[in-house]
């Protein structure tokens, strides 16, 4: 690891006592440090082309996509046609209605006779 990162066995040695790599032991009773303790430490070790930082995604259609497009593009318009909706529900404007005024009489004391048919249709006609 030391000569792969440029550095001094030493170095390593007073890392790992210092807990800042953190060191394995081996089956022969070495300690060894994964490659993966290094990268999170020092980074990418110089002039590495083993590990690329970002993989070219793939753009090509698959099939997968190709069924999937026409719901995705109604999935965007049906979006649209609900944000203009919604807009347009902002603009109006909420006007309750105004019930006519009623004339306000005085409520008859003593118990009311219930309603009769007559009485209703003639209260209709004044």
């Known amino acids: 690891m030391a000569n792969l990162y440029g550095l001094h066995r ?3 040695h007073e890392a790992v006592a210092k807990g800042r ?5 081996d089956g022969k009773g070495q300690k060894v440090i994964d490659l993966s303790e290094m ?3 020092y980074g990418e070790p110089p ?20 069924t999937l497009h026409p719901l995705l593009e ?6 649209e046609e609900v944000r203009e909706l919604r807009e347009t529900m902002r603009l109006l404007e909420h006007k309750p209605e105004v019930a006519p005024a009623q004339p306000k009489t005085a409520a008859p004391s003593g118990p009311q006779e219930p309603a009769t048919w007559a009485s209703l249709f003639s209260a209709l006609d004044e």
């Open 10 to 12: 030493s170095t390593l």
């Open 21 to 25: 790599v953190t060191a394995g032991i």
């Open 39 to 41: 990268i999170r430490v």
């Open 47 to 66: 002039g590495s082309t083993r590990h690329s930082p970002t993989p070219t995604p793939d753009t090509s259609p698959t099939p997968l996509f190709d």
């Open 74 to 79: 109604e999935l965007r318009l049906l979006r």
